[in-house]
């Protein structure tokens, strides 16, 4: 038996417009992001595919993506599941910074590190920044566990044990899953599913608000490629987002 996954990162944020490092800041989404949103869920629509569960991040952008989707899918009503698990990369002290004086100040070479290598992460933000985390009631039961901040590789391994206690059962049960989340925990998702290394994943980027769907077999592998359900749009956008830094 073959199950269904949809995979969407969030629409534009307020932050991906003023081109500014988020990860765990809990931004909403800007207006063209709604758009995005709203967008995403006429291609779910006219797709025929119909989600039968919804996971989530912790984080607005996420959330409202998925809700405005879903509304317009006409399935605002199916079960949701959210876990910080899903959330962004944590961004460590880069968080809060312009993503293009970043790249004047450091040089190309050190800002393509922190942003795309697999296991370096940024430098780890002070818990009295106001772009901490640290004291956000969402993220208590993790105690001094939360990060401050995650290389992708660190994200995978966080990320995976959900995929593995939760998301796979859905699956497994024969439901259509939607996981909406976000750039960086997405692409580890993707690196996962369709075997990529560690030096390849630099070269991803997942463009917001595009669904994106995988068919699985049993072993949760996909049988084919996966495909965007507006593939030109989506080869755009993930350009959009390679570029990003250089505005
Ligand atoms: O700022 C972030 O949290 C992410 C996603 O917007 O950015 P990047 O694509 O640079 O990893």
Known sequence: MT???????????EWNQKNLFTGWVDVRLSEVGRGEAKRAGELLRDSGLKPEILYTSLLTRAIQTADLALEEADRLWIPVKRSWRLNERHYGALQGKDKA??????????FQTWRRSFDVPPPVLDDDSEWSQAHDERYADLGAD??????LKLVIERMLPYWESDITKDLAA????????????????VKHLDGISDDD?????IPTGIPLVYELDDD?????PAAYLDPEAAAAGAAAVAAQGKK
């Open 146 to 151: 939360a990060p401050r901040t995650e290389s």
């Open 201 to 205: 994943i630099a070269e991803l980027n």
């Open 3 to 13: 199950s269904t996954l949809i995979l969407l990162r969030h629409g534009n944020s």
């Open 101 to 110: 004086q970043t790249l004047e100040e450091y040089g190309p070479e050190q």
């Open 174 to 189: 024969g439901k259509t899953v939607l996981v909406t989340a976000h750039g960086n925990s997405l692409r580890a998702l």
């Open 220 to 224: 949760f592998r996909p049988t084919g």
